[in-house]
């Protein structure tokens, strides 16, 4: 009995790691320019260039629909110069849907669910 609980458990620890790479290896990542966003609808939409096709001497954008859930994390990275913290260090702000403007730059780490592309987590570039 004892060998087989081993056993189990190691199993059952392993696993953790494994499920993570295989959640991992599923989600792909779309960068590009927001062109629309409409959170009432849960909808993205960018224009991603890359990887940098080029179609009668004009380089190719692929325009994405990306689906936001509440489950959607969005955030942005912000440079920070505050006692107790490295100059130009950056600290993760979390945003809402009604936080993206057309114009940001975003990268959407993205999982496709019945042939849709739904945003895990959505990071937006901070513009200087």
Request: charged letters at 20%; hydrophobic letters at 45%.
């Amino acid at each position: 009995m004892r060998t087989a609980s081993a056993v189990l458990l190691t199993l059952v620890l392993a696993s953790g790691p494994v499920a993570l790479a295989a959640d991992a290896a599923r989600t792909t990542a779309h960068s590009g320019t927001v062109v629309a966003v409409d959170p009432r609808a849960g909808l993205l939409f960018i224009e991603e260039v890359g990887p940098w096709p080029i179609e009668q001497g004009q380089i190719v954008v692929t325009r994405r629909t990306i689906n936001l859930t509440p489950e959607t994390t969005i955030n942005t990275f912000i440079r920070v110069d505050v006692p107790g913290r490295f100059a130009g260090d950056f600290i993760e702000v979390e945003l809402d849907a009604e936080d993206i403007t057309p114009g940001d730059f975003a990268t959407a780490q993205c999982v496709r669910e019945r042939g849709r592309l739904v945003a895990v987590r959505v990071s937006l570039a901070e513009v200087r």
